[in-house]
């Protein structure tokens, strides 16, 4: 849910209203029960997986902060976003609602973005600007190219966001997307959620320099390095790129620190190639946990409105669970209905 107005309303979906700025005291409270609605359904999610009704899941536990700062730094209403598969905290803030997310992940009739036919957050959303992603990493880019040049070839004041891992840096996809969004100034943030591993590559055997966002000067564009893990230090940088990109200054390069809690998907088994000392260290990275000390330490945060936060997502979830696992699956007579042209 994008803010706490909408926590109590399950089968309601309201975009965030943009707010220049300063995050307010309620922006940054709105954010954690959005980061805590997200953590409570990827654990769900991942529940159900084990439970073999969830086919895969590419869990977003980590990127919660880097995601929602950066949502609400945009205007759904105005600009577009291209995702990646781990972005569940961004469709969340964006207006998805937890029941339609979950009849995603099980394939259920009533699914918004493909009706239940494809991987689990693949498709277009009918109320946000979002286009369907494949799930070939990469692709998402220089598409996110295409879309902002539509946009500056029609004069419109938007913004593209894309969203990648630091996996997708290796591909040549996102070089041909950066240095043609370059040249042509290009209303782009280029949003990259560096976790440290490409599925099970480290970074070290990625690539030869500490940060992606080095990479930018190539370009000749921005880019600038902040900690993912920080809703004030990501949220500031979105908003500055996203400025940069409507007022026709072209693309900038965001990197986002993160870690990845999980292993790379539901299929995956991270202890194969990370070190219990990684695995230990990045626990204590965790976003939430991180916002909740800041929270508190301003005394925006106690023991009563954490609890009722955690209370409401978990109602919310389960809620969602039960209409979810209700529903039926799509028909499949419709099969072919959503990918060709009708008449």
């Given at each position: 849910m994008p803010d706490d107005r909408a926590s109590s309303a399950p089968s309601r979906s309201i975009a965030p209203?943009?707010?220049?700025?300063?995050?307010?005291?309620?922006d940054l409270v709105g954010m954690y029960r959005t980061m805590v609605l997200s953590r409570v359904l990827d654990e769900r999610i991942w529940l159900l997986n084990r439970q073999g009704k969830a086919a895969i899941v590419a869990s977003a536990q980590g990127h919660e902060a880097a995601q929602?700062?950066?949502?609400?730094?945009?205007?759904?209403?105005?600009?577009?976003?291209?995702?990646?598969?781990?972005?569940?905290?961004?469709?969340?803030?964006?207006?998805?609602?937890?029941?339609?997310l979950l009849k995603g992940f099980l394939c259920r009739d009533g699914e918004p973005l493909s009706g239940g036919r494809q991987f689990p957050t693949h498709g277009a959303h009918p109320r946000v600007d979002l286009f369907s992603f494949s799930n070939v990493v990469g692709t998402q880019l220089p598409q996110a190219a295409g879309v902002a040049l539509a946009d500056k070839m029609r004069g419109e004041a938007r913004a593209t966001i894309v969203y990648f891992g630091d996996g997708a840096t290796s591909q040549g996809d996102c070089h041909e997307a950066m240095n043609f969004a370059a040249i042509h100034r290009l209303p782009v943030v280029f949003f990259c959620e560096n976790n440290r591993y490409a599925i099970s590559v480290p970074l070290s055997k990625q690539m030869a320099i500490e940060n992606v966002a080095a990479r930018a000067a190539g370009?000749?564009?921005?880019?600038?390095?902040v900690d993912g893990?920080?809703?004030?230090?990501?949220?500031?940088?979105?908003?500055?790129?996203?400025?940069?990109?409507?007022?026709?200054?072209?693309?900038?390069?965001?990197e986002a620190m993160v870690e990845r809690l999980f292993p790379h998907t539901s299929d995956d088994d991270h202890t194969r190639y990370r070190s219990a000392d990684?695995?230990?260290?990045?626990?204590g990275k965790d976003p939430i946990a991180i916002l909740e000390t800041q929270l508190r330490r301003q005394r925006l945060l106690d023991d009563a409105l954490h609890t009722e936060i955690w209370a409401e997502a978990k109602r919310i979830v389960n809620q969602?669970?039960?209409?979810a696992e209700a529903a039926g699956f799509p028909d499949p007579g419709d099969f072919s209905k959503r990918l060709y042209a009708e008449g």
């Open positions: 209203e943009p707010r220049p700025g300063k995050l307010t005291a309620s929602v700062a950066l949502a609400r730094a945009t205007d759904p209403a105005r600009d577009h976003y291209l995702i990646y598969y781990r972005e569940l905290t961004t469709l969340l803030a964006l207006g998805m609602t937890p029941l339609e370009y000749g564009m921005p880019g600038v390095t893990t920080d809703v004030i230090a990501v949220f500031e940088a979105a908003q500055a790129a996203v400025a940069r990109a409507r007022g026709g200054k072209g693309p900038t390069l965001i990684d695995i230990k260290q990045m626990r969602a669970t039960e209409q």
